[in-house]
């Protein structure tokens, strides 16, 4: 029997409101999924195996339509040329480098481990690594994907998600509130922190004030962002970004 799901890729990098994004689209009765599912989409046997994982917790919903999954890291790869694959839904996210990397490095400080990105030069590494890995896939796909801004979640909700229920062709909108699921919080499916489970876009911004990064690696880790948003922006079937950004 053919798969009669449509998939959603979300492809970004570690503290990019992810967790936020794959709850309010996971919310939507036509969606299925809303964590990181940490498989590589090489051909089409990744949609079975993604279902299984999806069904280990948490049930398909009557009359949906899409299955999400999000890809933050250059370990896992979406081979859109796989036919089974070709006609997904495939939204890309970026957010700045100041707030990205030091929440990386507070998120990795505040485990009970010995964890490499608690370092500030590894956790840049990790952040410039992944931004070019996005911006190359952008330049070279040849299937149009919509981009945005991850600030737009705090900054202008009320922009970004009308076009995100748009571009995925939603009958019903996605809004500001969300469902707690069965993995919400969960280590190694998304946000852990207390802000994942308030069922709503929270709009207070988020001190990392008391983590130091070295200015030339915020100086190089800026410079590729600018450089892989350019190119990500200039390739994108539409975008919804910061103005003056």
């Known amino acids: ?108 400080c505040r485990k009970e481990t010995e964890e490499p990105l608690a370092s500030p030069e590894a956790a840049t590494d990790y952040y410039i690594e992944r931004v070019r890995t996005l911006a190359d896939f952008c330049r070279h796909s040849a299937q149009r994907y919509a981009y945005y801004d991850a600030e ?27 469902q707690i699921f069965s993995q919400t919080g969960k280590a190694r499916k998304g946000d852990t922190s207390r802000f994942i489970h308030s069922g709503r876009i929270d709009r207070t911004p988020i001190d990392y004030s008391q983590v130091s990064i070295p200015a030339e690696l915020l100086e190089k880790a800026g410079q590729a962002y600018q450089t892989a948003r350019k190119t990500i922006i200039a390739h994108a079937l539409e975008s919804v970004i910061l103005p003056g950004v």
């Open 1 to 108: 029997m053919a798969d009669p799901y449509q998939r959603i890729f979300l492809l970004s990098h570690m503290r990019a409101f992810t967790s936020l994004a794959g709850h309010i689209l996971g919310t939507n009765p036509a969606i299925n999924g809303y964590y990181e599912m940490h498989i590589s989409y090489r051909d089409a046997s990744a949609l079975d195996r993604q279902l299984e994982v999806y069904r280990e917790n948490d049930e398909l919903k009557p009359g949906s339509r899409y299955i999400f999954d999000k890809l933050l890291h250059d370990d896992y790869m979406l081979n859109l040329d796989e036919p089974a694959l070709a006609g997904s839904k495939v939204l890309v996210s970026l957010m700045g480098p100041g707030q990205t990397i030091r929440s990386i490095v507070d998120l990795f």
């Open 152 to 178: 737009m979640f705090q900054a202008d909700p009320e922009v970004l998600l009308p076009a995100l229920s748009r571009w995925l062709q939603l009958d019903e909108p996605l809004t500001e509130h969300y």
